[in-house]
């Protein structure tokens, strides 16, 4: 299974917006509904931040939000703040065998 | 409070073993199924293996080619790694993660750091 193609890098200043895409095949991202994010600081355990394409857990700012078109996950954040500066991966269910597949991960930068 | 704590990283040489261990709490371990996740350095996540609430399915990565086995002990609220044949582009932070209702992962621990070089 071949992990699911992020961007390296997207960048905005506080108070902007920015948009991480997620992209794989009908195998999995297209294919599913179970597309979840997760927010990385380097040396923390991974935060989970959505989950079934939109949902957010409890506690997650409303600032995060999911969405998918077609084979492309994406993930939104508005109202950038500095404590936002992270990596993100998204992950694709991928069938009972492999059920789970990461994205390649963004690096989230506020300028 | 969901806490999950990894242990057992530490150096190996090539073709050596390596057992990692999960301790979890605050929370009903036996109904959850749980996950390994490596981070291989400046790399991304990958998923490594998956085994649920009641040892009935296991799951492993390809790339792992029969060499990881992964269990779990109930009784004491554990979940392991076995890793043999290691090499180094097994060299990675390894992460336990339960897995929720809906194919995601809700809780991670901090990590544990498996290195190996001769």
Redesign the interface.
């Known amino acids: 299974?071949s992990?699911l193609t992020q961007p390296r890098s997207v960048s905005g200043s506080p108070g902007q917006s920015v948009t991480i895409s997620c992209t794989g095949t009908s195998s999995d991202v297209g294919g599913?509904n179970?597309v979840?994010w997760?927010q990385?600081h380097p040396g923390?355990?991974?935060?989970?931040m959505i989950?079934?394409v939109t949902k957010r857990?409890s506690g997650v700012p409303d600032r995060f939000s999911g969405s998918k078109s077609g084979n492309t996950a994406s993930l939104t954040i508005s109202g950038l703040q500095a404590e936002d500066e992270a990596d993100y991966?998204c992950?694709s269910?991928a069938g009972?065998?492999?059920?789970?597949?990461?994205?390649?991960?963004t690096k989230v930068t506020v300028l | 409070e969901v806490q999950l704590v990894e242990s057992g990283g530490g150096l190996v040489k090539p073709g050596g073993s390596l057992r990692l261990s999960c301790a979890a709490s605050g929370f009903t371990f036996s109904g959850y199924n749980m996950n390994w996740v490596r981070q291989a350095p400046g790399k991304g996540l990958q998923w490594v293996s998956f085994i649920s609430n009641t040892n009935s399915y296991i799951y492993y990565a390809d790339s792992l080619q029969g060499r990881f086995s992964i269990s779990r002990d109930n009784a004491k609220n554990t979940l392991y790694l076995q890793m043999n044949s290691l090499s180094a582009e097994d060299t990675a932070v390894y992460y336990c993660a339960r897995s929720a209702g809906s194919y995601s992962l809700d809780h991670w621990g901090q990590g544990t750091l498996v290195t190996v070089s001769s």
């Open positions: 299974q992990a599913s179970y979840s997760y990385h923390k355990a991974p935060k989970f989950y079934d857990p991966y992950c269910y009972s065998y492999s059920p789970y597949v990461f994205g390649t991960g």
